[in-house]
């Protein structure tokens, strides 16, 4: 099924930016979309936007709309989270995954599989 490697975190302040990279090994996502999810401790991993590989479709969960952008470089089999106007509560480890079932554009975790290993982002106020 090949492998998920998300970088890009790090330690920011209330209001600015990050831009998190999900790279995948032995594997493509032609005929999948990828999703990013977070989880913040003590709290379930919630979905937090997803694109469809070969049309570039996207959808975001409520709580970054506006703020948060995911694309993807066919080419470098890469796929990009843009967050911008962090805010503290965007605190949490954030993973990519390869969706595998159900409809593209589900928020469930359930419907994704090959995470990575996560990335921390922290946001300090």
């Known amino acids: 099924q090949g492998q998920l490697a998300e970088s890009g975190g790090g330690l920011v302040q209330a209001g600015g930016s990050l831009r998190l990279s999900c790279a995948a090994s032995?594997?493509?996502?032609?005929?999948?979309?990828m999703g990013w999810f977070r989880q913040a401790p003590g709290q379930e991993r919630e979905f937090v936007a997803a694109?469809?590989?070969?049309?570039?479709?996207?959808e975001y969960a409520n709580s970054v709309k506006g703020r948060f952008a995911i694309s993807r470089d066919s080419a470098k089999n890469t796929g990009y989270l843009q967050m911008n106007t962090l805010k503290a509560e965007d605190t949490a480890v954030y993973y990519c995954?390869?969706?595998?079932?159900?409809?593209?554009?589900?928020?469930?975790?359930?419907?994704?599989?090959?995470w990575g290993q996560g990335t921390q982002v922290t946001v300090s106020s």
């Open positions: 032995g594997r493509t996502f032609d005929k999948y979309s």
């Open positions: 694109i469809h590989w070969r049309t570039g479709n996207t």
């Open positions: 995954a390869a969706h595998q079932r159900g409809m593209w554009f589900s928020h469930n975790r359930s419907d994704f599989g090959s």
